[in-house]
């Protein structure tokens, strides 16, 4: 598992806060040494269990080629469509007679 890392500068030190687990922080006189102390510490975490995964019963909203013709078969769209046609049609006659 990658963990994206910020870095840091103050007072000739360097802080390495990890991107997924807010307030986990790592010291060094380098970037490399408060990498390596922030991958000891999430390692020790994880090892003792206070790092898990979790599963959301959750499904993503459809994109909007996902319902591109999920409703071809609705005849309530269908009477929709028809009347809005209809309606259109005597908006034409009434603006254009013939």
């Not at 020790?44 to 269990?49: D, E, K, V, Y």
């Not at 898990?52 to 499904?59: E, G, P, R, S, T």
């Not at 013709?69 to 013939?98: M, Q």
Request: charged content about 30%; hydrophobic content about 40%.
């Amino acid at each position: 598992m990658k963990v994206p890392i910020v870095y840091e500068h103050h007072n000739g030190s360097v802080d390495a806060l990890s991107g997924f687990f807010p307030g986990v922080r790592a010291t060094g006189k380098t970037r490399a040494e408060a990498a390596d102390q922030l991958r000891l510490d999430l390692q020790a975490r994880a090892r003792a269990g206070d790092v898990a995964y979790i599963d959301l019963d959750v499904q993503p909203p459809p994109d909007a080629m996902a319902l591109a013709g999920a409703l071809r078969d609705d005849p309530t769209l269908r009477d929709i469509a028809e009347e809005t046609y209809r309606l259109r049609a005597e908006e034409k006659a009434a603006e254009f007679p013939e």
